[in-house]
């Protein structure tokens, strides 16, 4: 069975410092790892899509990096609006979007 | 460009009343289709997933049900809520070759 597990649950930073966010999983056949964020009343907004071991992808703040077993979300000088609850998720070979629990991200000014 | 659609924003239903919430996909073809709820604070729940017209994968025993009669309308339904049902229900595509997966606004739903 596909399973996601992130951690932490929640994380306070003081803007510009910065840190990971860690995404665990087992999946048979990875297809795909993705990472989302998630403003409040809000659906997902999608951010990268991972494929294989070694892969790295940036945007503006964000770096997403992948091995085997996890994915790291790393955050470099972090600002108040990139407070968000990020969600990674992973799709094996069933082609299914299996999610887990999400980080509650805020950054204090 | 793709884009997702999915009504009403928000519900408010009595219990025991049907639910019909509609997703539509644009400017893509033979997309995966998929249904989500999230309870407040916490992550997202896979109810329904489809890889083709008629094709519908149930993961979670309950009282809903999805259909896809076309391509790109994805529908979760309901023939009498319970107010467990309460919660905020997502629609999602993604492509065949997994590249990018999209969800919709969301449909806030409260039971009452």
């Known amino acids: 069975e596909d399973q996601v597990t992130q951690s932490p649950e929640a994380l306070r930073l003081q803007e510009g410092e910065s840190s990971s966010l860690n995404c665990s999983y087992t999946v048979s056949g990875l297809r795909g790892l993705f990472w989302y964020r998630q403003d409040p009343g809000k659906g997902p907004e999608f951010l990268f899509t991972l494929y294989s071991a070694g892969e790295e992808k940036e945007k503006e703040r964000l770096k997403a990096t992948l091995t085997k077993k996890e994915s790291f979300l790393h955050i470099t000088a972090p600002k108040p609006e990139d407070s968000a609850t990020y969600l990674c998720?992973?799709?094996?070979?069933?082609?299914?979007?299996?999610f887990g629990q999400g980080t509650r991200l805020t950054i204090n000014p | 460009s793709q884009t997702i659609h999915q009504w009403p924003a928000t519900l408010v239903q009595p219990v025991g009343s049907p639910l019909s919430l509609e997703c539509t996909v644009e400017g893509t073809s033979n997309p995966n289709l998929y249904w989500y709820r999230q309870a407040a604070g916490r992550g997202l729940q896979l109810l329904f997933y489809?890889?083709?017209?008629?094709?519908i994968s149930s993961e979670v025993p309950q009282n809903l049900s999805a259909s896809r009669p076309q391509d790109r309308q994805f529908i979760l339904s309901s023939k009498k809520l319970l107010l467990s049902d309460s919660g905020f229900y997502l629609c999602?595509?993604?492509?065949?070759?997994?590249?990018?997966?999209?969800f919709g606004q969301g449909t806030r739903l409260t039971v009452v």
């Open positions: 999602a595509w993604s492509n065949r070759m997994n590249t990018e997966a999209f």
């Open positions: 998720a992973v799709q094996g070979g069933a082609q299914k979007l299996v």
């Open positions: 489809s890889v083709g017209i008629g094709q």
